[in-house]
């Protein structure tokens, strides 16, 4: 397993932008698939973006496609989610996950971070 630290959440006004970023420790990072999920209140855990080892694969919900842009550095053992055009609905607790495959699904991914709130106003 990883050690993930999310970081690079806030408050900003609909159609704003943020970048989050999750550091992972150790040196297996390059082996993993990474995901970004997140959890609205009152909502389950819902998939966001995923991108496998290389970096050259990607997947995304849909209600994000063309708005946000997974990507990773392996040399900073590092994971980002770049999110334009927000809205307010994609307020929620953004979770930076790390498993062995690419998948939607939460029980895939063997370690999580701790969370950083993002909170969209309109």
């Known amino acids: 397993q990883v050690q993930l630290v999310e970081s690079g959440g806030g408050l900003v006004q609909a159609g704003g932008s943020l970048r989050l970023s999750c550091a992972a420790s150790?040196?297996?990072?390059?082996?993993?698939?990474m995901t970004w999920f997140r959890q609205a209140p009152g909502k389950e855990r819902e998939f966001v973006a995923a991108?496998?080892?290389?970096?050259?694969?990607?997947y995304y919900r849909d209600s994000v496609k063309g708005r946000f842009t997974i990507s990773r550095d392996n040399a900073k053992n590092t994971v980002y989610l770049q999110m334009n055009s927000l809205k307010a609905e994609d307020t929620a607790v953004y979770y930076c996950?790390?498993?062995?495959?690419?998948?939607?699904?939460?029980?895939?991914?063997?370690?999580w971070g701790q969370g950083t709130q993002v909170t969209v106003s309109s």
């Open positions: 991108i496998d080892w290389s970096g050259f694969s990607q």
């Open positions: 996950g790390a498993g062995k495959m690419m998948a939607t699904i939460e029980k895939e991914y063997d370690s």
């Open positions: 150790g040196r297996t990072f390059s082996r993993y698939t």
